[in-house]
């Protein structure tokens, strides 16, 4: 079993900052693809941004430019630094990784608000 757990989130004016970070335990963290997700209310759960296991990275047109995704696999922690935040960003966020067998897995979610 994997576990993910995020932390990062938070209360943010336009135009600023934050990272999020999510550590893992269980399983093998190097050999999994890490993504990133969101969900607004009322809106479905999309991809924000993934990072493979060799490093191939793909992000949402949307955040292309202002977020990056990176991993720490000695820290089995993967992290989205996220600038110049819009109000449209404002979202849960969820850390999710696929195993090379094809089992998922999500984390708990943490909330971004981005508002003056």
């Known amino acids: 079993q994997v576990q993910l757990v995020e932390s990062g989130g938070g209360l943010v004016q336009p135009g600023g900052s934050l990272r999020l970070s999510c550590t893992a335990s269980g399983g093998i963290f190097a050999i999994n693809a890490m993504g990133w997700y969101r969900q607004a209310p009322g809106k479905e759960r999309e991809l924000v941004a993934v990072?493979?296991?060799?490093?191939?990275?793909r992000y949402a047109d949307s955040v292309k430019g202002r977020f990056t995704i990176s991993r720490d696999n000695a820290k089995n922690t993967v992290y989205l630094q996220m600038n110049s935040l819009k109000p449209e960003d404002t979202a849960v966020y969820y850390c999710?990784?696929?195993?090379?067998?094809?089992?998922?897995?999500w984390g708990q979610g943490t909330q971004v608000t981005v508002s003056s």
């Open positions: 990072v493979s296991s060799g490093g191939i990275i």
């Open positions: 999710q990784t696929t195993t090379p067998a094809w089992s998922v897995y």
